[in-house]
Every structure is written in C-alpha cells, then in structure tokens.
C-alpha cells in the first residue's frame, strides 16, 4: 500500500474471534505520518550582490521519529502483551501497523490523539518593518518592563502602527505573516531580482580571444527569514532570525576596451581593439540583521534596529503557537509501573549560530552540549541510585531527545531537574549603540551635565543620556549620527548594520596565451557604513554584562586611475575611512558606557563624536 492510500483510509483488518472469546487479537494499521513526516526548509532569497554563506542549510527534520514511536507505545500501553507470540508493532511508510488484543487498541487510539495535539501545532509568525521618528519611538519604548526591553505589549504596537497609518511619526515599510512547523526555516519577503552584466571573462585560444559576458543578479526588498523553535516551556519560541532591507540606489554601466595582442611566431606582436564591452556596477543601500532569540507566545520582540536617514528602521516579529485541535486530547493515564517519556532538551542542546557581519560573514554554528552529555547529567544528579536497576533507561534520540523510562515519581523530579536548566537558557541580551556628535562648543557644555564626557569618564547616568539623547533628535548643536540595536543569546555574535554595498573595477588582469594576449577586469565589492557586532558575555556574581564589541562607521571615496594600457578603461581605487571600535566594553546595570570619543573635521567645522553602549539583559519568566 502506498502513501497516498495510508493517508485516505483508516485500515482495520479483524481477525476472526474463537467463538466466546471477549478480547480478541485484532490487526489494525493506524496512518501516523502526521508525527512522523519530514519537514522541508524553506529558507528564502539572499538580498544583495554577494552570495550568502550555506548558513543552517536546507534540512528536512522529522516531527517524531518512528522509531521513538514505537517505542512509546510498546512501553507505555500493556507492556506485558507485547511478548506473546501474535502480538505485533512496526512502522512502514506512514503507517503503524500493531497486531494485539481490542483492549490494547483501545488505548493506542486516544494516546496516539493526544500526541497529534502535542506535536499538531504551529507557529505563526508576524513580521512588520517600520520607520520611526527617534523620539516617538523611545517614549513609546519606555514602558516596556525594565527586565523586558525588547519586548513590545501589545497596546505598544498599536501605538506604532497606528503612528504608521498617519504618516506623520512613523512609516510602515513592509507587513509580513506566514506559519510554520516547530523547527522548520521559512521566509517573509517582499523581494524583486535584477538581473546585470557582472563582468567580461577573457577566453584564448590560438590567435583567437573572446570575451563572455557574465550576467549575475541581485535581489532587493524587504523582509525576514526565520527558523522558529517551540520550546518545552511556557509557550516560548525561539527564532533564529535573518533580516533585511535593500535598495537599489543606482545601477552604473561602464565602457571597457579590453584590447587583444598578437603574437607572431617571431615574438613580435600587434595590437589592436576588438570593440567596447560593458559592464555594469550597482550600488545598494542595504540594512541587515542576523541573531537569535527567545519570546513568548504572541509577544512582539524588536529583533533590532538601525538607523536609516534619521528615522529608526525597526525589525518586528510577533510569533503565536497555534494549536490545530481545538479541544486537545488529555495525557492518557498509564497503568504501567514504568513509563517511557520523551523530553525534547532542544534548548540545551541547539547549536548557537554566530554571524558575523559583511565583509566578514560568518554563519558557523558553535556547540552546546550534547543530548548525551545531557543524559549523563541526569543519570547523576536525579536519583542516582535507581539507574542500576536495568528496567530504567536514558538514552538519546538525536540531538534533540531524551529517551527515559522510569518511575513515575523519578520522572516528575527529572521535570524540575529539566525545568530549571532549560528556562536558564532563555535569557537574551540587548545591546544598543548610539554615535552622537557634538557641534563646536557643544562638548564643553555638556561635560557640565554629563562628567563621563571628560577625561576618564565611563559610566553614564540614564537620565543624564536621556536628556542628551532627547536634545540630539532635535539636530541642533548635538545631533544623532547613528543609531543601532540587537538582541541576542549571551555568547552568541550577532549584528544589525546599516551599510553601503556595490561593485567596482579593482583592476585588469592581463591573460597570455600562446598566440594572443588580453586584459581581463577584475569585480570586486565594497562594503561602507555602519556596523554593530557584538558577542555580550554576563559577569557571574555581577549586575554587569561585557560585550566584545566589532563597530565601524566607514566612508569611501573611489579614484579613477588611468591604466598604462591606453583605451582599456579607468581603475577604480577606493578609499575607506572612519573610525572603528573593537575591544571588550563593560556596561553596568541601569546604565550607559561611553565607549569612545575622537575629533573629525577642520578646526572651524570639528565634530566630537562620542559612542554610547548598553546591554540590558531580557527574562523570560
């Protein structure tokens, strides 16, 4: 029987009862794919000009394995039967297929219902993409919980979108919603492709030389792309999230003339032109986001933001578990004196994937533990002394399952053993940077106000930075420069940029054969702008986080220089200025750092540019 008929009838295959016999052997074969199908990724585009890294990768999990099923109820459901010589239980393509008495179906029927509850669920996520005036956004910020600042209420968000339907004090740039399995990648993207000449290949053959044209593509838009776990606890979800938003700001055709030596049998060569060729040099303004976090149910996280031509971009994600039974089946009560439970320990075990930002991308995942480690902390620390007798088991099932079969009182201390490890991985940071200039003169007053502003200041008082920063969106004798923010996992590198991203003709290479000769030009691409890349790490004992902190706020300005082959076409030589921040930076709780503070510009225009930092950890309670 194939697939498709498991899924459109519920075989059941009767053995003929001797007659006055009241629990008969009956064979019956139950369609269980909705635990035990696989679940395709569906990751989504990769926006600007160069190809992303493999990142997670396209994987097709299952929702249970068969295996982990078979063993459930081979366990948990009259264990003793399970040994006579007709009863039967297997998996094959989709289907359970158990031979046993009526009574044992009986049972197998409301548990394998109540799993399709406990694993039937998915996960809606709803993205929104918002332009706010700076101001309006931090007073509508400041009433979210002191342990919860990336979090949104709900009355928050409607303040916000109301704000974007105006037009006046906020913009909506992009609405997204799609749903998806726990564990599975899915995208929310508003994205169009354009297709470009990348560059010209040179080709040689005898006396012969062709140039190929390379036609490449990019993708501009909006939106996110997002692998959602649901977590054994509170309803929380954690997101792994990608975001992006890009434009095309121009799209540059250039002239080239490669032109083609021949070499004669007696070395001497003669030259000339074989025509123009073009190659074309976008340039994108691109915003991007790459972390991880974990949110409850049908809360709205600001995954970050950054800066966009004085307004602040703000990522949204409003995830919701959505249960497809709408009276879920109970837990059956087993009878057995031993019970197999699966414990999904994901949290623990998840790799944590650290990014780093363009022109350095990195989306490597980094360990935890393993779930077999895992096992051996429970073995030891939750009733030791049970584990010797052989009728007790752990094991794992993967990297994301515990397999235990024990006591039921043992399980429920295993429960609070679990509880209290997972819930502690829940925790997230948000760290936020703010360049802020000030105009000549301007410093010199504000040392008055805020003493971190002079030599060896630090640490700075939040009201005091609220003031400065109220005084900055104004854009008078101080002003904000840029702005950024991330929320992520301790450990883990994440980063929010706002940056400039295009091509550019590095040079012309020069390609010899054994009769012709050519020039080939060499595409390189740029990246400039703002960058926070950050890997924060809590101080045990301490109401302090350090955060090795990787910014950079860069300029360019390209030369063209005139190659000694005359006719071929300019080289573009960048040159990229600006200051960069890397160290380790501590910030205290309740308050900001000042990270740095440095002069540009000539005398009669000099700017002060000061950085400020914090890090504020989020509690999942």
Not at 285 to 312: C, F, I, N, P, W
């Amino acid at each position: 029987m194939n697939r498709t008929a498991l899924g459109l009838f519920f075989v059941t295959l009767l053995a003929a009862p001797a007659r006055g016999q009241e629990d008969p052997f009956e064979s019956r074969l139950y369609p269980v794919e909705f635990l035990t199908k696989t679940v395709p990724d569906w990751p989504g585009v990769h926006f600007g000009l160069e190809t992303g890294p493999a990142g997670a990768g396209v994987e097709e999990p299952r929702l249970l394995p068969p295996e982990a099923l078979v063993n459930l109820i081979r366990t948990n459901i009259a264990e003793d039967t399970w040994t006579h010589a007709s009863a039967r239980l297997g998996f094959s393509e989709g289907g359970l297929a158990v031979t046993n008495r009526a009574s044992v179906h009986a049972k197998i029927e409301p548990y394998l219902a109540y799993l399709r509850s406990a694993f039937g669920k998915l996960i809606t996520l709803d993205g929104a993409i918002v332009l706010a005036d700076p101001a309006f956004l931090a007073k509508v910020r400041a009433a979210s919980p002191a342990d919860r600042p990336a979090s949104l209420a709900p009355d928050q968000v409607k303040q916000i979108l109301d704000a974007a339907r105006e037009g006046r004090q906020a913009e909506l740039v992009k609405s997204l919603r799609v749903s998806a399995h726990p564990g599975q990648r899915v995208h929310l993207q508003d994205a169009g492709r354009h297709s470009y000449l990348r560059d010209q290949d040179v080709h040689l053959s005898g006396t012969a030389a062709v140039l190929d044209p390379v036609v490449d593509s990019f993708a501009t838009g909006a939106g996110f792309d997002i692998r959602a776990h649901l977590e054994p606890f509170g309803g929380a979800v954690t997101m792994e999230v990608r975001a992006d938003a890009c434009e095309l700001e121009a799209l540059e055709s250039r002239k080239i003339r490669p032109g083609k030596e021949v070499i004669a049998p007696d070395g001497k060569t003669t030259s000339g032109l074989t025509g123009e060729a073009v190659i074309q040099l976008p340039r994108l303004a691109r915003d991007a986001l790459r972390t991880t976090l974990t949110v409850r149910s049908g809360e709205t996280a600001v995954v970050g933001s950054v800066l966009r031509k004085g307004r602040v971009l703000v990522f949204l994600v409003t995830p919701a578990v959505l249960a497809l039974d709408e009276k879920p089946a109970p837990e059956p009560v087993f009878e057995e004196q031993r019970v197999l439970r699966l414990y999904d320990v994901s949290p623990l075990t998840r790799p944590v994937r650290n990014f780093g930002a363009p022109p350095d991308p990195l989306d490597a995942p980094v360990a935890r533990m393993t779930a077999g480690q895992l096992a051996e902390m429970v073995r030891t620390q939750v009733a030791p002394e049970s584990w010797s007798n052989k009728r007790n088991t752990i094991s794992a099932e993967g990297p994301r399952l515990l397999v235990v079969r024990q006591k039921i009182e043992v399980l429920r201390d295993i429960d609070r053993y679990l509880g209290s490890l997972l819930v502690s991985r829940a925790q997230t940071i948000t760290t936020e940077a703010v360049l802020i200039g000030f105009r000549k003169g301007a410093r010199a007053e504000w040392e008055k106000e805020i003493p971190a502003l002079a030599a060896g200041g630090y640490f700075v008082e939040p009201e005091k930075y609220d003031r400065l920063f109220a005084e900055a969106t104004k854009d008078r004798r101080v002003r904000i420069i840029e702005a950024a923010e991330i929320t992520g996992f301790p450990l883990e590198r994440v980063y929010a940029a706002a940056f400039r991203e295009e091509n550019f003709i590095a040079g012309f290479e020069s390609k010899v054969g054994p009769a012709a000769a050519m020039v080939d030009p060499a595409v390189r691409t740029l990246h400039t702008g703002f960058v926070l890349d950050v890997l924060p790490r809590p101080v045990a004992g301490a109401d302090r986080i350090e955060v090795d902190l990787r910014a950079s706020r860069t300029t360019r300005e390209i030369k063209e220089v005139e190659t000694p082959s005359t006719g071929v076409g300019p080289v573009q030589i960048p040159n990229v200025e600006g200051p960069r921040w890397n160290g380790d930076v501590v910030c205290a709780k309740g308050r900001w750092t000042l990270v740095a503070i440095q002069t540009h510009g000539p005398a009669d225009d000099a700017e002060d540019v000061a950085l400020f930092l914090r890090a504020r950890p989020n509690v999942l309670k």
